[in-house]
Antibody, heavy 120, light 111 residues
Framework: EVQLVQSGVEVKKAGESLKISCKGSGYSFTTYWIGWVRQMPGKGLEWMGIIYPGDSDSRYSPSFQGQVTISADKSVSTAYLQWSSLKASDTAMYYCARLKTNPGAAFDIWGQGTMVTVSS | QSALTQPASVSGSPGQSITISCTGTSSDVGTYNLASWYQQHPGKAPKLMIY???KRPSGVSNRFSGSKSGNTASLTISGLQAEDEADYYC???????????FGGGTKLTVL
């Protein structure tokens, strides 16, 4: 079964760093782009950025460039989303998802989400 | 890059058909045939329903269909069922530099 499994709930303080993960299985992890999507409480989906685990080529939406870092470790089939200094406004559910083909494609497989809560 | 524009809510009775619009610009929906639609039930992860304007992933009911005219993509759900009640989001590729953009979401209520 093709699936993405994300790390668990995080509760942090403003100013702390954080790295959440997304482990792929059931398919060739290195040949599909993986993306991250933010959903703030009660709000819609926001496209953050993507990475190609085969060579770690990453692309960011302008809204998130410089705010987060997307990385991947193909040896453990895992993608990551990290913050160096969290803000209260980073409180949200974060989903990883696989792109069907190229960077313009749809997200066909989704992780279960990681809830991040940041207190000020 | 502004989000794509969707109606905040739509409603319909069981058995009826509804259409949700997704309006972008010539920089995204209008140029690329890469609009997709996602269904999200409360507390759940989104699910891909339509990709590349009109294509359905395996396992998605043929009651769901997609189309595009100019800068607007549309999702039509025919034969509404109670289980269709959910939030629906459109998404489009917006070119190198922006990549992807979502719509604000539409809440579908089945009366």
């Amino acid at each position: 079964e093709v699936q993405l499994v994300q790390s668990g709930v995080e509760v942090k303080k403003a100013g702390e760093s954080l790295k959440i993960s997304c482990k792929g299985s059931g398919y060739s992890f290195t040949t599909y782009w993986i993306g991250w999507v933010r959903q703030m409480p009660g709000k819609g989906l926001e496209w953050m950025g993507i990475i190609y685990p085969g060579d770690s080529d990453s692309r960011y939406s302008p809204s998130f460039q410089g705010q987060v870092t997307i990385s991947a470790d193909k040896s453990v089939s895992t993608a990551y989303l990290q913050w160096s200094s969290l803000k209260a406004s980073d409180t949200a559910m974060y989903y990883c998802a696989r792109l069907k083909t190229n960077p313009g494609a749809a997200f066909d497989i989704w992780g279960q989400g990681t809830m991040v809560t940041v207190s000020s | 890059q502004s989000a794509l524009t969707q109606p905040a809510s739509v409603s319909g009775s069981p058995g009826q058909s509804i259409t949700i619009s997704c309006t972008g610009t010539s920089s995204d929906v209008g140029t690329y045939n890469l609009a997709s639609w996602y269904q999200q039930h409360p507390g759940k992860a989104p699910k891909l329903m339509i990709y590349e304007i009109y294509k359905r992933p395996s396992g998605v009911s043929n009651r769901f269909s997609g189309s595009k005219s100019g800068n607007t993509a549309s999702l039509t759900i025919s034969g509404l069922q109670a289980e269709d009640e959910a939030d629906y989001y459109c998404c489009s590729y917006a070119g190198i530099g922006t990549f992807g953009v979502f719509g604000g979401g539409t809440k579908l209520t089945v009366l």
